[in-house]
């Protein structure tokens, strides 16, 4: 059995999220029954990915397999960054242009990502793709008196929306005001106002619009992508802790704005990776390439370590961690080894639900590892309980990673 509706359980029974945008756990109520409009926000793509990125896309990877254990059909988009003054400034020095550099990040991410199990999105926009409907959607944000030109370009109106600040769970200026330096208003109307077109001539990548020449505000590009793809309401919209604020809360506002609806209906934010106690990211320089953990640690180690960890919490990256990942790595694959065979019954049944229903109750992975864990130690002997953790192990995206690929290998027909 693989990535198949668990016995027993039917879309009916809930499944769970931390929703940032009522600040608590809600059952999901999807716009359609049996589908589930889901965007990620992807990388911008001035490097590879680091160990930081890899934890996001693992967290909303399982997400996306237990809704589809459940009975789900998830329609999964998720965006790269394709043009921004980073991409431009590393291509140069490497004496690149910035688009064939952004093609060669692109690869890099999905070789990485390939490497760790992770389901490919659906769908993969582009901004450089997406370059017209922006300009369009900017336009009529200034249409809609959302949005005003400056000497940089266009500025979004933020007192015109109702709600601004809903996700970080503070007023408008609470929010902002310490963003945005009172030099720094650069002709806005307020503080708080964020660019949605800068206008800008350097590094050359550029287009000519009626209200400047330059390039999109990254706020701009999401709504515009998700609304593309998905509809003007999505069921979820994910991504790192980091984003809440400025990010979704602004690309929020727009949606709004250039649909006057709800964008999400639920928003999940994963914690971030720290090293050293300080975020891990390529602007600090202390990023950890998640090719080269991968290479030091194994796939299922790397993977498996991210597992560890609730999702919302902020995770500290060290040897301890991979170590202890690697311990329990071996110990899963010695007890699928020695599992008896049959259908799941008695106490692998149980322990198998128990771990599902973990994974469906606000993704908690240390739960579902626990329970996995006390089939491996104690009821190896249980009937079906090679079928119990292969089915666990399939939803977590264990199950294709070595050294668990090649005996799970031998029960698919």
């Known amino acids: 059995m693989r990535s198949s509706p668990q016995e027993g359980k039917t879309l009916a029974d809930p499944i769970e999220l931390y929703d940032t945008g009522e600040h608590r756990v809600r059952e999901l109520e999807t716009i359609e029954p049996d589908r589930v409009r889901l965007y990620v926000c992807g990388i911008s793509v001035s490097g590879p990915p680091h160990v930081g990125?890899?934890?996001?896309?693992?967290?909303f990877d399982?997400?996306?397999?237990?809704?589809?254990?459940?009975g789900y059909e998830v329609d999964h988009v998720q965006n790269f960054t394709d043009v921004e003054h980073a991409i431009m400034k590393r291509a140069e020095k490497r004496g690149l242009e910035p688009l064939a550099y952004a093609e060669q990040m692109i690869e890099a991410y999905f070789d990485a990502m390939d490497r760790i199990a992770i389901k490919r999105a659906d769908r993969f926009p582009r901004v450089t793709d997406y370059i017209d409907d922006i300009i369009d959607a900017t336009r009529t944000l200034e249409d809609h008196e959302c949005a005003y030109e400056i000497d940089d370009g266009v500025a979004f109106r933020i007192c015109d929306v109702?709600?601004?600040?809903?996700?970080?769970?503070?007023?408008?200026?609470?929010?902002?005001?310490?963003e945005v330096p009172?030099?720094?208003?650069?002709?806005?109307?307020?503080p708080f106002d964020f660019i949605v077109w800068r206008n800008t001539d350097d590094l050359g990548v550029t287009w000519k619009t009626s209200f400047g020449e330059g390039r999109p505000g990254w706020h701009t590009e999401c709504a515009v992508m998700a609304n593309d793809l998905l509809g003007e309401t999505i069921d979820i919209h994910g991504g790192g802790a980091d984003l809440v604020f400025p990010h979704h809360e602004c690309e929020r506002a727009i949606a709004r704005c250039l649909s006057d609806g709800e964008f999400a209906n639920y928003w999940v934010h994963n914690g971030l990776v720290t090293l050293d106690e300080e975020k891990m990211?390529?602007?600090?320089?202390?990023?950890?390439?998640?090719?080269?953990?991968?290479?030091?640690?194994?796939?299922?180690?790397?993977?498996?370590?991210?597992?560890?960890?609730?999702?919302?919490?902020?995770?500290?990256?060290?040897?301890?961690?991979?170590?202890?990942?690697?311990?329990?790595?071996?110990?899963?694959?010695?007890?699928?080894?020695?599992?008896?065979?049959?259908?799941p019954a008695g106490a692998a049944a149980e322990l198998r639900d128990e771990a599902i229903g973990a994974l469906r109750s606000n993704l908690d992975f240390p739960a579902a590892l626990e329970?996995?864990?006390?089939?491996?130690?104690?009821?190896?002997?249980?009937?079906?309980?090679?079928?119990a953790l292969i089915e666990v192990l399939d939803?977590?995206?264990?199950?294709?990673?070595?050294p668990f690929a090649s005996e799970v290998g031998s029960d698919d027909p």
Request: net charge negative; charged share 25%; hydrophobic share 40%.
């Open 395 to 402: 939803v977590l995206g264990l199950a294709e990673l070595e």
């Open 281 to 343: 990211s390529k602007s600090l320089r202390n990023s950890v390439p998640l090719s080269g953990a991968i290479d030091d640690h194994g796939p299922a180690q790397v993977r498996l370590a991210y597992l560890s960890e609730d999702y919302r919490e902020t995770m500290e990256w060290n040897d301890a961690r991979l170590a202890d990942a690697d311990e329990r790595v071996q110990a899963l694959h010695d007890a699928l080894q020695e599992a008896a065979e049959g259908t």
């Open 62 to 70: 399982v997400l996306r397999r237990v809704l589809e254990h459940a």
């Open 53 to 59: 990125h890899g934890r996001s896309y693992v967290i």
């Open 371 to 387: 329970a996995l864990d006390t089939v491996g130690q104690q009821h190896t002997d249980a009937p079906g309980a090679r079928q």
């Open 182 to 190: 009172e030099e720094q208003w650069n002709g806005r109307e307020t």
């Open 162 to 178: 109702e709600g601004f600040g809903t996700l970080l769970g503070k007023v408008p200026a609470d929010a902002v005001v310490h």
